[in-house]
Nanobody
Framework: QVQLVESGGGLVQAGGSLRLSCAAS??????LGWFRQGPGKERDLVAA????????VYADSVKGRFTISRDNTKNTVYLQMNSLKPEDTAVYYC?????????????????WGQGTQVTVSS
């Protein structure tokens, strides 16, 4: 089994920054992604990264503002969020994919964390 624990969410003013962390434990996985879900909205990919090689994908809405990275020694993935906008307000979820394959949609992932709230005020 895989356990994923998110941390780092909070309240920040527009233009500010936050760094989210996702600590993974249990079975090894191929990739980890960040998704977000705002009130009344669907859960969408923010960014994802493969543990081996570090290839990444980003949602167009966060390119240039958010950076995903990993520390393999700590089994932790980070999402550095800069230039935050009120539209970024959502619950952010960490998700892990077991094996090599696509990592752009929620259905591509096998394990999920419980989420951390990010609120950006104007």
């Amino acid at each position: 089994q895989v356990q994923l624990v998110e941390s780092g969410g909070g309240l920040v003013q527009a233009g500010g920054s936050l760094r989210l962390s996702c600590a993974a434990s249990g079975r090894t996985t191929n990739a980890l992604g960040w998704f977000r879900q705002g009130p009344g909205k669907e859960r969408d990919l923010v960014a994802a990264i493969r543990w081996s090689g570090g290839s990444t994908v980003y949602a167009d809405s966060v390119k240039g503002r958010f950076t995903i990275s990993r520390d393999n020694t700590k089994n932790t993935v980070y999402l550095q969020m800069n230039s935050l906008k009120p539209e970024d307000t959502a619950v952010y979820y960490c998700a892990a994919r077991r094996v090599i394959g696509p990592m752009r949609t929620a259905s591509d992932y096998d394990y999920w964390g419980q989420g951390t709230q990010v609120t950006v005020s104007s």
